[in-house]
């Protein structure tokens, strides 16, 4: 990378990693030889990247490169070398997650860290097609991580907290 890397993520079998970096590059290497197979210009200043539990897919989620105000989402076939974009987010995002069944994508975001207006979200994606399934609304401010319960039953969010903030929205 020719800048700060901002992301990482591994496969599921820990033979690949992936990097995301200010440079709007992420690269697939290989661990056991440290050799980097494949380039994508993700054009996503990224806060995050997420394989999907068969490894076909890898999200890098953060801002779009043209406004850097914007969230941009794109997913990537990394068998097949195709790149999509999921649009819907109008602010960054910081986390993406795939439920344990891989059938969702989760991504979640808001306003920049220092900004409290509107716009705090989590969206669910069907990971197959890349359509909008959700829109969950809820947190008074930035989401900055998400999971899902191992069995998939749950899916966990926190973000940044105002001194009036009194529970944990989830």
């Known amino acids: 990378h020719s800048d700060s890397v901002r992301a990482l993520a591994f496969d599921s079998t820990g033979e690949f990693l992936a990097t995301a970096a200010n440079d709007l590059c992420v690269r697939l290497f290989r661990v056991k030889d440290r050799s980097q197979i494949s ?42 070398d195709v790149k999509s974009v999921l649009n819907g987010h109008y602010h960054f995002v910081y986390a993406t997650v795939f439920s344990p069944d891989g059938k969702l994508l989760a991504t ?31 947190h008074t401010n930035t989401i900055t991580s998400l999971t899902f319960s191992p069995g998939g039953e749950h899916l966990i969010s926190v973000g940044v907290a105002r001194s009036e903030d009194k529970q944990l929205v989830g």
């Open 39 to 80: 380039k994508l210009n993700a054009s996503v200043s990224p806060a995050a990247l997420a394989f999907s539990r068969d490894d076909r897919q890898l999200v890098v989620a953060g801002t779009a490169e043209e406004s850097r105000t914007v969230g941009a989402v794109r997913t990537w076939d990394v068998q097949r």
């Open 108 to 138: 979640a975001g808001g306003r920049s860290l220092d900004e409290e207006l509107s716009g705090n979200e989590i969206k669910l994606w069907n990971a197959a097609t890349g359509i909008e399934e959700a829109t969950l609304r809820g």
